[in-house]
């Protein structure tokens, strides 16, 4: 007998998310984090297809997948370009958000008593999901310049002391920063970043990979984005803020070929207090990271290709 729309089983997307990244921190460890290098193409993670980059969340649920190359395709895509899904590879889902129109009432929208009761148009989000597959798991045709190639580890951003990307936009955002002493943090009320000298780290990647970290606090301040997330995770606003510079620095790093580092493991805890108790925490902390790595990119005029400041996370299925 055929179901029936009530007895359809609702898909919750925001806890198969939230699921999926409480149970790698369960096991210790961030999936935002990339240690390894990606191919020589870098960057963010991408569609190989249209282009369109990878924002906030996706950039987490790809990497959690594991695979080198940045570039990931639909079936139809692989397909169109002449490639096939390899036996046996289980594709990778990501999130876009499509738009619906809704009504309220003049009293639901709290537009006061001189309104009638017409109804008021309102967009509503609605997330949905869609399957990707990295171009590791697809078998390419000879010559296919979609195929993944080995590069060279010397010419790889980031490798053989090549910083000059980060060392630019550390530089050209123009945070105080300021050298000396054992520990890295961010001043709110002074509006200054103290780091180590740069011999106390273990390579220039920790050292970029602390700043940029840094720098995501950086811009919470009230003259920049103004960040204040003591509303939202009341207690939790402190750990809160640490997930969101984690993940911004995770961002920027796969811009800049700076290897991930997680720079506060202790909060750990507290990340999964936040992420149990609140499906769509995830979710919020992403996109304020991306918000934070849009505004750092942005004053040094260097938004990646495919992004702009400020714009909608993966809008449209069609923009994957």
């Not at 282009?51 to 996706?58: D, L």
């Not at 940045?70 to 999130?95: D, M």
């Not at 709110?188 to 106390?200: A, K, M, S, T, V």
């Not at 005029?301 to 992004?307: H, I, L, P, Q």
Request: hydrophobic share 40%; glycine share 12%.
């Amino acid at each position: 007998m055929a179901r029936t729309r009530s007895s359809r089983q609702h898909r919750d997307l925001y806890r198969e998310v939230t699921d999926r990244i409480v149970a790698a921190l369960e096991q210790g460890v961030a999936p935002w984090v990339c240690p390894w290098r990606r191919d020589g193409e870098g960057g963010r993670p991408r569609n190989g297809a249209s282009g369109h980059v990878y924002k906030g969340v996706n950039v987490v649920l790809t990497g959690m997948a594991g695979f080198a190359s940045s570039r990931w395709y639909t079936f139809n895509q692989a397909k169109h370009l002449g490639g096939h899904i390899r036996k046996g590879e289980k594709g990778t889902q990501v999130i876009y958000w499509t738009f619906v129109d809704a009504r309220n009432s003049a009293a639901d929208c709290n537009v006061g008593d001189e309104a009638d009761t017409a109804k008021l148009p309102r967009r509503i989000p609605i997330l949905k999901c869609y399957t990707v597959f990295n171009a590791e798991q697809i078998a390419w045709p000879e010559g296919s310049k979609h195929a993944v190639h080995q590069g060279d580890d010397d010419q790889v951003l980031g490798l053989g002391g090549d910083f000059d990307d980060a060392r630019v936009l550390v530089e050209g955002t123009g945070a105080v920063i300021r050298h000396g002493g054992s520990r890295a943090y961010y001043s709110p009320g002074d509006d200054y970043i103290r780091l180590p000298d740069l011999h106390r780290f273990d390579g220039a990647g920790d050292y970029y990979a602390t700043a940029l970290h840094e720098l995501a606090h950086w811009t919470g301040h009230e003259s920049r984005l103004g960040r204040d997330l003591t509303g939202r995770f009341g207690t939790e606003a402190y750990a809160a803020e640490e997930l969101v510079a984690e993940l911004a620095a995770a961002f920027l790093g796969a811009d800049l070929g700076v290897a991930g580092r997680l720079q506060h493991a202790e909060y750990i805890g507290a990340w999964l207090r936040v992420l149990k108790g609140d499906k769509r925490a995830v979710f919020t902390a992403s996109r304020l990271a991306q918000e934070a790595a849009d505004y750092l990119t942005a004053r040094v005029g260097r938004v990646g290709a495919g992004e702009a400041a400020g714009g909608a996370p993966e809008a449209l299925a069609e923009a994957a």
